[in-house]
C-alpha cells in the first residue's frame, strides 16, 4: 500500500510569490532566464576567445 504524503500546511506569507505554486513558478522562470543569459555570454566570450586565439595574417 503506497504511503500518503503528509499535506503541506497553510502557510501565510506577506507578498505573493513567496511561497507554494507561483513560487515554483517564479523559480523556474529565473531558472530559465539565467540558463539564457549565461549561454548567451558563454557564446560570446567563447566566440572572442576563437577570435584573439587565430593566427594572424
Known amino acids: ?3 500518503k ?3 503541506e500546511r497553510e502557510r501565510y506569507y506577506l507578498l505573493p510569490g513567496q511561497g507554494g505554486r507561483s513560487f515554483r513558478k517564479k523559480q523556474l522562470f529565473i531558472l530559465g532566464w539565467s540558463t539564457a543569459v549565461a549561454l548567451f555570454f558563454g557564446a560570446i566570450v567563447a566566440g572572442l576567445m576563437w577570435w584573439f586565439s587565430r593566427p594572424m595574417h
Open 1 to 3: 500500500m503506497p504511503e
Open 5 to 7: 504524503k503528509p499535506k
